[in-house]
């Protein structure tokens, strides 16, 4: 079985990135020869993923004009958060609603590439051989930016959160619809989900192998981009 939709997270106002996101927004930032939008729907697509969906909200009609000049051969449509931010989890939420099965969500900070190919394919076998929401995390040495402390742990493939976390989210995680049955909130952050999820043991992960970059700050995209990053 293939997962055939995905969820592009790009509403977030990228504060911590300016003077850069007064004018261009964090999801069009260029690193090597690709944004950061641009990579993310790369790996959607490789994967076999026929229809996204794009949550925005800080200047909405650059990414839009950005991804009808690609003229993507998968359909892509917009969901817009105009009036107020719906947090990680209700824009998830609202942008799916559509979606009545399995589908990817993707946050375009992780500085996706080819060698993460390999890895989406990973985590979806996973999903089906599990049915279970499932995320790739990785080990906090791992990460470029060493300040992270780490979101979750990983003990035989089962997510859980302690004092101290090893794993970083990286960004790319496979739900359903069914996570969000229990809430009536618009505005939401995804981990009400993970932790009422890890409650009964019904978050899974997978390991990631590479090298993490983030770009969560202007201080760090000078320094991710002084690596002179190429694909």
């Known amino acids: 079985?293939?997962?055939?939709?995905?969820?592009?997270?790009?509403?977030?106002?990228?504060?911590?990135?300016?003077?850069?996101?007064?004018?261009?927004?964090?999801?069009?930032?260029?690193?090597?020869?690709?944004?950061?939008?641009?990579?993310?729907?790369?790996?959607?697509?490789?994967?076999?993923?026929?229809?996204?969906?794009?949550?925005?909200?800080?200047?909405?009609?650059?990414?839009?004009?950005?991804?009808?000049?690609?003229?993507?051969?998968?359909?892509?449509?917009?969901?817009?958060?105009?009036?107020?931010?719906?947090?990680?989890?209700?824009?998830i939420l609202h942008a799916t609603k559509s979606f009545k099965k399995p589908f990817l969500a993707i946050n375009p900070d992780t500085i996706w590439s080819k060698?993460?190919?390999?890895?989406?394919?990973?985590?979806?076998?996973?999903?089906?051989?599990?049915?279970?929401?499932?995320?790739?995390?990785v080990n906090k040495n791992l990460s470029f930016d060493s300040s992270f402390k780490g979101d979750f742990n990983l003990h035989n493939g089962v997510i859980t959160r302690d004092n101290n976390n090893e794993f970083i989210f990286t960004g790319l995680q496979i739900l359903d619809e069914s996570v969000f049955s229990s809430i009536k909130d618009k505005i939401f952050s995804m981990n009400k989900i993970w932790d009422h999820l890890i409650e009964k043991n019904s978050l899974i992960g997978n390991e990631s192998k590479q090298k993490f970059y983030h770009l969560n700050t202007k201080a760090m995209y000078d320094k991710i981009s002084s690596l002179k990053i190429t694909d």
């Not at 839009?64 to 998968?74: E, G, L």
Request: charged share 30%; with cysteine.
């Open 115 to 137: 060698v993460y190919y390999s890895e989406l394919k990973d985590l979806e076998d996973l999903y089906f051989k599990k049915k279970k929401p499932c995320l790739l995390l």
């Open 1 to 91: 079985m293939k997962i055939k939709h995905g969820m592009i997270l790009a509403a977030g106002l990228g504060k911590r990135m300016q003077p850069i996101t007064f004018k261009t927004p964090k999801p069009l930032i260029q690193i090597g020869n690709k944004n950061l939008i641009e990579r993310a729907i790369e790996l959607l697509i490789n994967h076999g993923v026929e229809e996204i969906v794009v949550n925005v909200h800080h200047l909405p009609g650059q990414i839009k004009d950005f991804i009808n000049k690609k003229k993507y051969k998968v359909r892509i449509t917009i969901s817009y958060e105009k009036d107020k931010l719906l947090d990680t989890g209700g824009g």
